[in-house]
């Protein structure tokens, strides 16, 4: 529906966890073609989700399983088999020892470790009914990132050499959980420190205060129903976020000097041509290159949107610029969002 001119779009995330080759129980781990199957999802949760379903195959399969990260707070941070909604959850549990551990008694040392309030958000997973628990632990240079923990609710044991590779596994997989992890602390402090930056210059004029923020959370709205995900949805940010940085140099140009403060960076190129052409208009007659309809990045026409509707706060006003300065679909896009 919507096309950014010029560079081709990258590849959207597979949706679904791709579930690697059975490997026979107890076998030999084939570390490389697992591993690059995983990377195909370079992502914390894609790799924990594709670590769960390998784990889950090499104990013999039909097992449910979710990945815990230690973060301060125990909490999930991938599924397999469980609903998503579990993801983000804060538990206690079998793996604080962070030592490989077989549990003949399924859930319950899970139950007795969690407040009663959460019990019915375990009894819905389904989790009341699990007769066997499996803990691998993942460790990586001393560091103690979490576990994959694998349920089964038959009868069905897991025999000493089929724990053995699963805990190889464990071992296989924690360094890369490792990088990942560190990339999104990372990542986070970024967003932290970008956005204070962009609150000092704010702070300058107090009617601007919040802007940059409202207008990165209408953006990410509009993105997400243009069909943005993961890594496009960053950029986004980060371009709504400092579409008006420039103005500490003052108002002319600043979309111009905002966009250089992104020069050299270049995972962030598609951000940086929004803030540059964030003041284009779909008619040809903005700033700075004049450019018209299609030919305005994506990413600048959805922020021109967002930034018109937090400057204007009323929707008939921004309709009326539909086809004139407005992408007229973003703008039936706006309108469908709840307000």
């Keep these: 529906m919507f096309r950014r001119p010029r560079t081709p779009p990258p590849t959207a995330p597979v949706t679904e966890a791709r579930k690697p080759t059975p490997t026979p129980a107890g076998g030999d781990l084939d570390a490389t073609r697992v ?22 195959t090499l104990a013999g399969g039909d097992m449910r399983g979710y990945a815990i990260l230690r973060r301060g707070q125990d909490k999930v941070a991938g599924v397999s088999g469980y609903p998503k909604a579990l993801i983000g959850t804060a538990l206690s549990g079998p793996w604080t020892s962070m030592k490989p551990r077989l549990l003949a008694d399924g859930t319950r040392e899970l139950y007795e470790a969690n407040p009663a309030e959460l019990h019915s958000t375990l009894d819905t997973c389904g989790m009341k009914d699990v007769r ?9 240079r001393g560091r103690a990132l979490g576990a994959l923990v694998l349920d089964r609710t038959s009868a069905e044991g897991i025999s000493p050499t089929v724990q053995e ?25 970024a967003r932290q420190i970008t956005a204070s930056v962009v609150e000092a210059v704010e702070s300058q004029e107090f009617d601007a205060l919040g802007h940059g923020q409202a207008v990165a959370d209408l953006s990410l709205k509009l993105g997400r129903a243009a069909g943005l995900v993961g890594r496009d949805l960053d950029e ?14 003052g108002e002319t140009g600043h979309a111009q000097v905002g966009a250089n403060f992104l020069h050299g960076v270049p995972h962030m190129t598609e ?42 706060g009323d929707l008939e006003r921004v309709k009326a610029q ?9 703008v039936a896009t706006l309108e469908k969002l709840p307000q």
């Design 165 to 189: 590779a699963a805990n190889r596994w464990g071992a296989a997989v924690a360094p890369l959980i490792g990088v990942l992890e560190g990339r999104e602390e990372w990542k986070a402090a």
């Design 132 to 140: 066997l628990t499996l803990v691998v632990p993942l460790s990586d």
């Design 236 to 249: 986004l940010w980060f371009a709504a976020t400092m579409h008006d940085l420039g103005k500490i140099h």
């Design 271 to 312: 951000a940086q041509k929004a803030i540059r052409h964030h003041h284009e208009r779909w008619d040809g007659q903005g700033e700075p290159d004049r450019l018209a309809g299609e030919d305005i990045p994506l990413y600048a026409r959805i922020l021109a949107v967002a930034n018109t509707y937090v400057r204007l």
């Design 35 to 56: 591993l690059s199957e995983l990377l195909a999802r370079p992502s914390l949760e894609g790799i924990l989700e594709g670590a769960l379903a390998h784990a889950s």
């Design 322 to 330: 539909a086809g004139k300065s407005l992408d007229p679909r973003l």
